[in-house]
C-alpha cells in the first residue's frame, strides 16, 4: 500500500481552531479523502480533493496542494463531539489507502 | 436509503471452522470494499468490485474469499482462519461510476474473534 503521514494525537479546546496535517507519496495519485471515526463506530467521510486549494463543508475545509503532496483537514469551532480519529486516505484510482490516522482529543 | 449494512455485529470462530460476512446496500452503487481494522490502526483495503466483478485483491490470503452475487451483496466467506486475523471487518460502497462521487459509505462492521 502507499504511506500516508499523519500526526499521531492533536488535543485543543472547546470553541478552537485544529489543522491535521497529510502528507502521501504521488505514485498514482488522484485525490484525497478525510474520514471521522469514533471509538466503536465506522468512519464516515467528510471531504475529498481531487485539486489544488481548498474544499469547506460546515466547520470543516480540506485542503490540498498536489506539488507538495500534501492536504490538510481545517476543523473549526471545535465541539467535544469532534473528539475523534481523523484519517487521511488516498484514492489510487478505484483503491483506497488511509493514513495511520490522528487522533483528536477536544478539551472543555 | 444511505446505509451499508453488515452481519453478523459479531463473531467468534474456531481455526477449522467456516463462515460468512455479509455486506448490504441499496444506494445502486457499483463500487464496493472489504477492509481490515486492528485495533488504534487504520481500515486496510482487502478487496475491491466494480460492476460486480473483482477489481483488486490487496495480496490477502487465501483463506478469505469475497464473492458478490449481485450489485446490493458483497460476501466474505472466511476459512481456516489464524487467531491473527482477529480484527473488525468494514463494508463500505461507492458509486463507482467516471465521474461521481468518491465518497466512500462504511458499513458498521463485523467485529470478529477466531479462537
Known amino acids: 500500500g502507499q504511506s500516508l503521514e499523519q500526526p499521531s494525537e492533536v488535543t485543543a479546546v472547546e470553541g478552537a481552531i485544529v489543522q491535521i496535517n497529510c502528507t502521501y507519496q504521488?505514485?498514482?495519485?488522484?485525490?484525497l479523502s478525510w474520514y471521522q471515526q469514533h471509538d466503536g463506530g465506522a468512519p464516515t467521510f467528510l471531504s475529498y480533493?481531487?485539486?489544488?486549494g481548498l474544499e469547506e463543508t460546515g466547520r470543516f475545509s480540506s485542503f490540498l496542494s498536489r506539488s507538495d503532496s500534501y492536504g490538510y483537514l481545517l476543523l473549526q469551532e471545535l465541539q467535544m463531539k469532534d473528539s475523534a480519529s481523523y484519517f487521511c486516505?488516498?484514492?489510487?484510482?478505484?483503491?483506497?489507502?488511509f493514513g495511520s490516522g490522528t487522533k483528536l482529543n477536544v478539551k472543555p | 436509503d444511505t446505509e451499508v449494512t453488515q452481519t453478523p455485529k459479531h463473531l467468534v470462530m474456531g481455526m477449522t471452522n467456516k463462515k460468512s460476512l455479509k455486506c448490504e446496500q441499496h444506494?445502486?452503487?457499483?463500487?464496493m470494499y472489504w477492509y481490515k481494522q486492528k485495533a488504534k490502526k487504520p481500515p486496510e483495503l482487502m478487496f475491491v468490485?466494480?460492476?460486480?466483478?473483482?477489481?483488486i485483491n490487496e495480496s490477502v490470503p487465501s483463506r478469505f474469499s469475497p464473492e458478490c452475487p449481485n450489485s446490493s451483496l458483497l460476501n466474505l466467506h472466511l476459512h481456516a482462519l489464524q487467531p491473527e486475523d482477529s480484527a473488525l471487518y468494514l463494508c463500505?460502497?461507492?458509486?463507482?461510476?467516471?465521474?461521481?462521487?468518491?465518497?466512500?459509505?462504511f458499513g458498521p462492521g463485523t467485529r470478529l474473534t477466531v479462537t
Open positions: 463500505a460502497s461507492s458509486q463507482g461510476r467516471p465521474g461521481a462521487s468518491y465518497e466512500q459509505y
Open positions: 486516505a488516498e484514492r489510487n484510482f478505484n483503491k483506497f489507502y
Open positions: 444506494m445502486g452503487h457499483r463500487a
Open positions: 504521488t505514485s498514482g495519485f488522484y485525490g
Open positions: 468490485y466494480s460492476y460486480e466483478k473483482l477489481s
Open positions: 480533493n481531487a485539486l489544488d
